[in-house]
């Protein structure tokens, strides 16, 4: 075991060290070995003393070293001329021209004119995170947006629905479990997400191993789908395959009937309103037939331990609250809740959502949007709205953004409604490690340290973990030019209009009084007072982030599995009873059984995927990254091919309701008929870092619509999946 930082020489003056650290690109959070010369990053290799990652690292966290050290990083604050071009500013000058106009703004229009968007690298960094959010909350303004809605949400709403807390949400316990049902998720390629503290990979392969199956819905027979079983279901078809399934489970009296009773209400209704969606009957609307979907709801049912688990393509679809609700209600019905090998509710060694909660902020639908009157999901709303937001007048209308970590005009529907309205604000700030499709509109662009540049542990992974783990890194290099942790420029932005960046009311007091926290400070002591702490001294052997750092550099293990039997604690509805049939479920199967089978006009459905070697929409650029592979096609069944004359290569125009894009086909049985797939997270078409002339490509949520009408009605979620498009091919004179 290697300390955590060592000296490897010191040759000539120069210093060459290495350091213990860890990626923060997705979930598994993979630990790394970072080697530094002369305070300078050289190289980065897998750790294998990291006692969840083992020495796996994959292509991305190890070309983070090409996004780090890129020529075209963003190392100085920018601002925009009339003529739309930067020149370099120093933070001095940005941060009081930044307070300067966000004062006139609170001036005229009140605190509400000023929102948020945080992107997806936000979740990766625990001081930003919770300044981010702090900084809302002390702004009370309703206009907190974030890639949640295109992510997350709808499965928060359904953890509300059904448990009474949108942070009661289960994880699948894969080392245990005979039997994964798994839907709208590719972890071979995604890494896993919602699932943290494992190697999922090796974790699936485990449970074939020991005589399980693994079972991938999914409308692509995908990277994962290939290694085990796949059920090739139509995009946003999940709603009725669990319906069905649930519906076999109690026509054939297959259900658990004392998990049920013990902790749920709602049983008799529920079974009354799946009675309708037999399997023969919607066999034509999921793709999947009425045989296979008795034999899945039998074996599930019956298996030793099952765990139905959803991800990304069970929560962006027209029906996503329905289908988490649904995914919870199979686990439950099957007795798989809370039980070893089923889903089960991790307990984290740094109890965030007890925070949250205490603070109050576990809310659902407390406040409406303003366009839209859609419910607000924890404080967040939809990104949907944000254009809409920004070009209605009245009282609360959006005239400032800050932008954090995040690209939303290429990753928000109809993304360049969002640029064009962006242009129409009075303040735009985004805090960027380089320029991206969002923040060429804006005002100012504030460098912000890479991860290799700050301090951090897994905060927002730890209550997904399968395995409690912690890690604490300090920063493994200096901040490069003048870049800084976000948490103290929005620490400095807040100070220039006067408000302390804190959820907690008591730490906003605090800081009036000139008490200013920082949250290694704050989070320290909450490791140090949870159940793995040292009480200050009171606990020998008990960890702080200094202990954690020094004795454990590569982290450190603290429980092998989740406990079980939490479930009573979990449920918060006042009568603590589980919610089987809630007014909304009601509300979405009528929503789902109106719902039209086909279009004429747009007879295709799109549907998404991850590239394995970049993230969103940025590492797009990176040369090494991106070699080999077909680059950004659009997948489509040869049956669809062959009647639409398309063939391998071609040209394509893709239309929907909202938009178009063109992309070359890739001719493939490995989608289903009906169906066409595009990445997402492509159509720069600007610099980003790493890359001076922009790479292209077709931007998916070009065919994605905004406002209020186009999302999922509970959630305010954007639908980016299952979207009804046509596709054409483009003459070859063209
Ligand atoms: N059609 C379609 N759209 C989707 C999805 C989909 O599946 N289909 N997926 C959705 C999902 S799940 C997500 S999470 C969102 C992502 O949406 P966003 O988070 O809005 O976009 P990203 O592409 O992740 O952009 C991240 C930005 O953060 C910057 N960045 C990277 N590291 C750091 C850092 O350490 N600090 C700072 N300050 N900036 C950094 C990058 O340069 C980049 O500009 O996209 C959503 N959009
Ligand atoms: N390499 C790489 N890794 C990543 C990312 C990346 O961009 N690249 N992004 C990261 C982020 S931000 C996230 S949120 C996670 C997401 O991690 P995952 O949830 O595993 O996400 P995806 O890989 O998008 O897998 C979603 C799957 O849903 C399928 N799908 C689409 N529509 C439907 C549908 O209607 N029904 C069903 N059943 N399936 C459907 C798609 O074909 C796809 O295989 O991945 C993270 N990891
Ligand atoms: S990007 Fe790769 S190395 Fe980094 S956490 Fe994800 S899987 Fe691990
Ligand atoms: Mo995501």
Known sequence: MLEANWVLSQEGGGVISEKATYCRICEP???????????????IRPDKDNPISKGFACPKGIGMISVHNSPDRLLHPMHRQPDGSFVRVSWDLALKDIGERLRTIIAEHGKDAIGVYFGNPTAFSYSAFTWVKGMTDALGSPHFYSSGSQDTNTRFVASKLFYGSPLTISVPDLHRTDFLFMLGANPVVSHGSMVSGTHVRDALNDIVARGGRVVVVDPRRTETARLYEHVAVKPDGDAWLLLALLHTVFAERLEDAHAMVDVAVGAETLKEWVEPFRPEDVQHRCGVPAAQIRSLARDLASADSAVCYGRVGACVGGFGTLVCFLLDTLNLVTGNLDRPGGAVFPTPPIDTNGFIVQQGLDTYATKKSRIGQLPEVMGSMPAAVMAEEIRTPGPGQLRAVVVLSGNPVLSVPAGHNLAEAMTELDLLISL????????????????????????????????????????????????????????????????????????????????????????????????????????????????????????????????ETVGTGVLRDRITHDDHFIQLAPSELRQELDRLSAEADSDPQYPLRVFGRRELRSINSWMKNSPKLMAGGRGPTCCIHPDDADQLALHDGALARITSKAGWVEARIEVTDDVVPGSVCLPHGWGQRVDVAGNRSGVGGPDYNALTADGAAAVEPLAGMSILNGVRVRVEPIPVSR
């Open 29 to 43: 959070l993979c630990g790394l070995i970072a080697t530094v010369e002369n305070g300078r990053l050289v190289d």
């Open 432 to 559: 960027d490690i380089g320029v991206n499709d969002t923040n060429r509109h804006a005002d100012y662009i504030l460098p912000a340290t890479t991860f290799f540049e700050r301090d951090d542990f897994p905060m927002a992974m730890l209550p997904f973990q399968l395995r409690s783990f912690m890690q604490w890194t300090e920063p493994v290099v200096a901040p490069a030019g003048e870049a800084r942790q976000e948490w103290t420029v929005l620490r400095d932005i807040c100070a220039e209009i006067d408000i302390v960046p804190s959820s907690s009311a008591a730490v906003r007091r605090l800081g009036r009084l000139g008490r200013r926290l920082g949250p290694r400070l704050i989070f320290d002591a909450m490791l140090r007072l949870g159940p793995y702490g040292d009480r200050f001294g009171l606990r020998r052997g008990g960890l702080s982030f200094k202990r954690l750092r020094k004795k454990y550099p590569h982290g450190v293990v603290l429980s």
